[in-house]
């Protein structure tokens, strides 16, 4: 290929973004913007990844960011194949003999597990899949959450743990104007789980909740925050550490935990409880594989390693902490998808800057990574617009010294029909807005944004409608 006018339709190299969450929508908008076509698959019917299936529903100011999704929508030279999959319905090397360039924007749909005894008992979760489950995602609607327990326990201490024991203690006034999915709304209405206790494995100034999060605690409806202030002492190196390295947000936290430690209890029905320096040794429960009743964990103290960093050491001081709900959130990784390229022992698609590569580090001629699949689950969602920068600036430079992938199909029509013969329950995006048109039409009513369509034969059958209601 000879130099690539970047506004010449003609000409326009072809691009096709495997993932429409919000790092694939950001890239989609900036190879737009740099003269590529581009086709954005998604697993799933509709867009959006986590923005519509992570996001928690009382957070709609956050999820309105699909706006700016929408002005790319609307854009020439794009289109949205939902529900075809890579690995099920496409294979990567299919993709490559039909673009100059593959981006992967998958996510990391998978969560980190704990390796102890007891994890696989009835009543232990994921929040990866508790969070889909309450987002109405096709793939985790059908999950059974037993909230027939007074007291639930959340590992982890960042924003998807805070997000998960909020929704958990949500009174029913505060849920009835999101998005929640209904069976879930219908189960958190009647849950008897009274009380949520967030485990933090490092001590309080090493929680990676960020200020708002932590202190939009205070402003539940019916449910009150305790923090023993004993647990805020902060040792020595983590004292040194807040007062001399930590950023704005770790000191902010650890003030924003004083005032809950020291504030007057608040007259609540439900309460969540942070407790910090204990890691999960087992989870107990009935008999060998029974239900969780329990869970033992071990009390630590914080030591600074020689890399620098400040990490929790068990003391060997024990202590069993009942409950009947045990929800691991401690973070996510990514799975390996069809073949391409995986780096096993961090959960990502091989790549050096957003290139995806060999194990030797030589770059995979015309594959490309974006988002959380490229650099590990971290940050907001803006932070995505940035990482897909990066890797479309790579891609700019590849198509500049004529370096991309050379596809031997290239007809745009011919590639539609494919993706139509192999998934014939594929959505276009005509069709996600009749989804869109009809799930905003039913939420209405009841002064909700949405009532979201939770299996992929409604989605798909309502993307067949010819009017938008
Ligand atoms: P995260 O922020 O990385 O937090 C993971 C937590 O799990 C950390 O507290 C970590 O402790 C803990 N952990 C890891 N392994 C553990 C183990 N074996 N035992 C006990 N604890 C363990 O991940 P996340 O909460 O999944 O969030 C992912 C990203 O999405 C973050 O960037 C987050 O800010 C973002 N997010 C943002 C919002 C929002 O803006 N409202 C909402 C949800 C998520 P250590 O620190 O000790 O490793």
Same mark, same amino acid.
């Given at each position: 290929?000879?130099?690539?006018?970047?506004?010449?339709?003609?000409?326009?190299?072809?691009?096709?973004?495997?993932?429409?969450?919000?790092?694939?929508?950001?890239?989609?908008?900036?190879?737009?913007?740099?003269?590529?076509?581009?086709?954005?698959?998604?697993?799933?019917?509709?867009?959006?990844?986590?923005?519509?299936?992570?996001?928690?529903?009382?957070?709609?100011?956050?999820?309105?960011?699909?706006?700016?999704?929408?002005?790319?929508?609307?854009?020439?030279?794009?289109?949205?194949?939902? /529900?075809?999959?890579?690995?099920?319905?496409?294979?990567?090397?299919?993709?490559?003999?039909?673009?100059?360039?593959?981006?992967?924007?998958?996510?990391?749909?998978?969560?980190?597990?704990?390796?102890?005894?007891?994890?696989?008992?009835?009543?232990?979760?994921?929040?990866?899949?508790?969070?889909?489950?309450?987002?109405?995602?096709?793939?985790?609607?059908?999950?059974?959450?037993?909230?027939?327990?007074?007291?639930?326990?959340?590992?982890?201490?960042?924003?998807?743990?805070?997000?998960?024991?909020?929704?958990?203690?949500?009174?029913?006034?505060?849920?009835?104007?999101?998005?929640?999915?209904?069976?879930?709304?219908?189960?958190?209405?009647?849950?008897?789980?009274?009380?949520?206790?967030?485990?933090?494995?490092?001590?309080?100034?090493?929680?990676?909740?960020?200020?708002?999060?932590?202190?939009?605690?205070?402003?539940?409806?019916?449910?009150?925050?305790?923090?023993?202030?004993?647990?805020?002492?902060?040792?020595?190196?983590?004292?040194?550490?807040?007062?001399?390295?930590?950023?704005?947000?770790?000191?902010?936290?650890?003030?924003?935990?004083?005032?809950?430690?020291?504030?007057?209890?608040?007259?609540?029905?439900?309460?969540?409880?942070?407790?910090?320096?204990?890691?999960?040794?087992?989870?107990?429960?009935?008999?060998?594989?029974?239900?969780?009743?329990?869970?033992?964990?071990?009390?630590?103290?914080?030591?600074?390693?020689?890399?620098?960093?400040?990490?929790?050491?068990?003391?060997?001081?024990?202590?069993?902490?009942?409950?009947?709900?045990?929800?691991?959130?401690?973070?996510?990784?990514?799975?390996?998808?069809?073949?391409?390229?995986?780096?096993?022992?961090? /959960?990502?698609?091989?790549?050096?800057?957003?290139?995806?590569?060999?194990?030797?580090?030589?770059?995979?001629?015309?594959?490309?990574?974006? /988002?959380?699949?490229?650099?590990?689950?971290?940050?907001?969602?803006?932070?995505?617009?940035?990482?897909?920068?990066?890797?479309?600036?790579?891609?700019?430079?590849?198509?500049?010294?004529?370096?991309?992938?050379?596809?031997?199909?290239?007809?745009?029509?011919?590639?539609?029909?494919?993706?139509?013969?192999?998934?014939?329950?594929?959505?276009?995006?005509? /069709?996600?807005?009749?989804?869109?048109?009809?799930?905003?039409?039913?939420?209405?009513?009841?002064?909700?944004?949405?009532?979201?369509?939770?299996?992929?034969?409604?989605?798909?059958?309502?993307?067949?409608?010819?009017?938008?209601?």
């Amino acid at each position: 290929m000879t130099d690539i006018a970047p506004d010449s339709a003609a000409t326009a190299p072809r691009a096709v973004i495997v993932g429409a969450g919000p790092s694939g929508f950001y890239c989609a908008d900036q190879l737009l913007g740099a003269g590529f076509e581009v086709d954005v698959l998604d697993a799933l019917p509709t867009p959006f990844g986590l923005v519509r299936a992570g996001v928690a529903p009382d957070h709609p100011k956050i999820k309105s960011v699909t706006r700016v999704y929408e002005k790319t929508a609307r854009k020439d030279g794009f289109r949205f194949f939902g /529900g075809v999959s890579l690995g099920e319905h496409v294979t990567r090397a299919e993709l490559l003999e039909r673009y100059d360039v593959v981006v992967y924007a998958l996510g990391t749909s998978d969560d980190n597990r704990l390796g102890i005894p007891g994890e696989d008992r009835p009543g232990v979760h994921g929040a990866t899949q508790f969070v889909s489950w309450y987002n109405g995602h096709p793939d985790a609607s059908d999950h059974a959450y037993n909230l027939d327990v007074e007291r639930a326990v959340v590992i982890g201490n960042g924003n998807v743990a805070i997000d998960v024991a909020r929704m958990l203690v949500l009174d029913a006034s505060e849920l009835a104007p999101t998005d929640t999915a209904d069976h879930a709304i219908e189960a958190f209405t009647n849950s008897k789980v009274q009380e949520v206790v967030l485990l933090g494995r490092r001590g309080p100034a090493q929680a990676a909740f960020t200020n708002p999060e932590l202190r939009e605690l205070a402003d539940l409806e019916r449910a009150g925050v305790e923090v023993d202030i004993t647990d805020l002492e902060l040792d020595e190196a983590s004292a040194t550490w807040l007062e001399t390295e930590a950023d704005a947000t770790a000191k902010r936290n650890v003030e924003l935990l004083r005032d809950y430690a020291a504030a007057s209890p608040k007259n609540a029905s439900h309460k969540i409880v942070l407790k910090f320096l204990r890691s999960p040794v087992e989870i107990l429960g009935e008999g060998e594989d029974g239900d969780v009743t329990a869970i033992k964990v071990v009390r630590n103290e914080i030591r600074r390693g020689d890399d620098g960093r400040l990490s929790a050491v068990a003391t060997g001081d024990e202590e069993i902490i009942e409950c009947g709900l045990v929800l691991r959130s401690i973070g996510y990784r990514g799975k390996p998808v069809d073949d391409v390229p995986f780096d096993e022992r961090r /959960g990502l698609i091989r790549n050096v800057g957003g290139r995806v590569s060999a194990e030797s580090g030589d770059a995979h001629t015309g594959e490309y990574v974006v /988002g959380w699949i490229k650099r590990g689950p971290s940050g907001v969602i803006g932070t995505n617009k940035k990482d897909s920068a990066d890797t479309v600036a790579k891609i700019v430079e590849d198509r500049d010294a004529n370096a991309l992938n050379t596809p031997s199909i290239t007809d745009p029509d011919a590639i539609a029909a494919f993706y139509a013969q192999r998934a014939p329950e594929s959505v276009t995006w005509a /069709g996600w807005e009749a989804i869109d048109a009809h799930e905003k039409a039913s939420g209405e009513p009841h002064g909700r944004p949405r009532v979201k369509l939770v299996r992929v034969a409604d989605l798909v059958e309502r993307s067949r409608a010819t009017t938008a209601s």
